[in-house]
C-alpha cells in the first residue's frame, strides 16, 4: 500500500503543476467560456474522483463489495482521460494544439497511474476476501504521506469545482484571466 500511496503522491504533485501551469497559466482554459466547457467538465470529474483517493487510500480499506465500487473509480478516470485526450483537440485547436510539454505530463501521469493501480492490485484481492464495509486501516503508513494525500484532496477538490464553475459559464469563472472572447 506504501508504494501505490507514494505514486499517488507524485501523481498529485505533477497533476497540480499540469493544472497550475499548463491549465491555467499557459492555456488558461477558464477565460475560454463555452469553448473550453468540454475539457474543463472532463477535468472536474477526475479530479473529483482523485479526491476521493486522495482521501479514503490513506486511512481506510474497502473491503468486500466495496471493491467493486474502488475500481468503477479506478476505471471512470482511465475513461475520461481516454476521452479528454480527444476533446482536447477540439478545445485546443484555436492555440494549435496541447503543448508538447503538456503532452509528456500527460504520458507520464498516464504511466504513474497504472503503476499505482497494479500496486494496489494484493490489497485489492485481500479486501475483496473480507466482509462489506470501509474499515480504519494504518497499515504503517508514514503521517506526513497521509497529510500530503489529505491536502491534495483538498487542493483537487477545490480546482475541480473551480473548473466546473468556469464550464458552467457562471460569473467570474475565468478569474483571474480576462475573458477570451474568441
Partial sequence: MNVALWILAIQGIIGAFDTIYYHEWRARLP????????????HAARAFLYA?????????AWHGAWVLLL????????IITLTDFVVEITV??????VYAGERVTHA??????????????????LWWQQPTAFVASNPGIPEPLRNGLLAMAAGVFISGSRDLY?????????????????
Fill in 31 to 42: 477565460a475560454r467560456g463555452k469553448h473550453s466547457a468540454p475539457e474543463l467538465r472532463l
Fill in 52 to 60: 476521493v483517493l486522495f482521501v479514503t487510500l490513506p486511512w481506510m
Fill in 71 to 78: 475500481c468503477a473509480i479506478f476505471l471512470a478516470e482511465i
Fill in 92 to 97: 485546443r485547436k484555436p492555440m494549435g494544439d
Fill in 108 to 125: 507520464v501521469m498516464g504511466i504513474l497511474y497504472g503503476i499505482m493501480v497494479a500496486n494496489l492490485v494484493p490489497d485489492l484481492i
Fill in 166 to 182: 468556469a464550464a458552467l459559464g457562471l460569473p467570474n469563472g475565468n478569474w483571474p484571466w480576462p475573458r477570451e472572447t474568441t
